[in-house]
């Protein structure tokens, strides 16, 4: 065989290898996912009173569980946002790596998101989740930035991540959380570690309340 042919196998090679991790990876998206809808269901805050919001976007139901725990502890009211374009499955990933990859050139090429606006105006404290793609938030939350104002609010960040995230993105989507008006901002996040061998659901709860909540975090 001429050295096109070996050329042409390797290629093939490394091909059919990188949509084996990319079904892999899909694979387990799924399976989370449908783990974690049942968990932790939340109950809605006390009488719509609550002064605090918590407003999340996940694809594979990690920061949801997150942000059902967090809204559960804080007696919260809880929103969750919709990108249709990051669905579970092949398509939804490719589009997740390929508009995360965008965001870095072009701060203004944001998703659609479901609600693209919240009135804040009850709450006094806005906790904003997402998961960490390309090292920084993902897509949607920026989105949900871009289109509200956070005048005189606390903003919590959150993400859940599997093992990096930059610190200059949390630093830049603070800057954008200042300029619509907030008062202060945190960063919180959970790491559940690489797939195969993550953070049990239960685990990933139990770090947010060591971690997010016990006295010595908020001392
Ligand atoms: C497109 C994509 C990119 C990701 N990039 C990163 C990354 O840069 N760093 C990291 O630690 N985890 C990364 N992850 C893993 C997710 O942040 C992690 O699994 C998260 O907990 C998923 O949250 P969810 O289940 O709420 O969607 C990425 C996941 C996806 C789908």
Avoid at 139 to 149: D, K, S, T
């Amino acid at each position: 065989m001429s050295l096109m042919h070996w050329l042409l196998i390797a290629l093939a090679l490394v091909v059919v290898a990188a949509l084996g991790v990319l079904l892999a990876v899909t694979w387990i998206e799924s399976r989370q996912a449908r783990e974690l809808e049942g968990k932790k269901p939340y109950t809605p805050a006390t009488a719509n009173a609550s002064r605090t919001a918590v407003v999340y976007f996940s694809r594979s139901g990690n920061t949801a569980l997150a942000a059902r725990h967090v809204a559960q502890r804080l007696d919260a009211q809880l929103f969750s946002l919709e990108a249709p374009d990051y669905q579970l499955g092949l398509g939804g990933l490719a589009h997740a790596l390929k508009d995360a990859n965008a965001l870095k050139e072009k701060p203004g090429a944001l998703p659609d998101i479901t609600p693209r606006t919240i009135d804040l105006t009850p709450f006094d404290t806005v906790w904003l989740g997402s998961p960490v793609w390309l090292y920084s938030p993902a897509p949607p939350i920026w989105a949900f930035v871009e289109h509200n104002r956070f005048d005189g609010r606390h903003v919590v960040l959150f993400n859940t991540f599997n093992s990096h995230f930059g610190d200059d993105r949390i630093a830049a989507l603070q800057a954008k959380v200042m300029a619509r008006g907030a008062r202060s901002f945190e960063h919180r996040h959970v790491l559940r570690g690489r797939m195969m061998r993550q953070l049990t659901p239960d685990e990933m709860l139990r770090a947010i309340d060591d971690e997010w909540f016990s006295p010595q975090a908020n001392p």
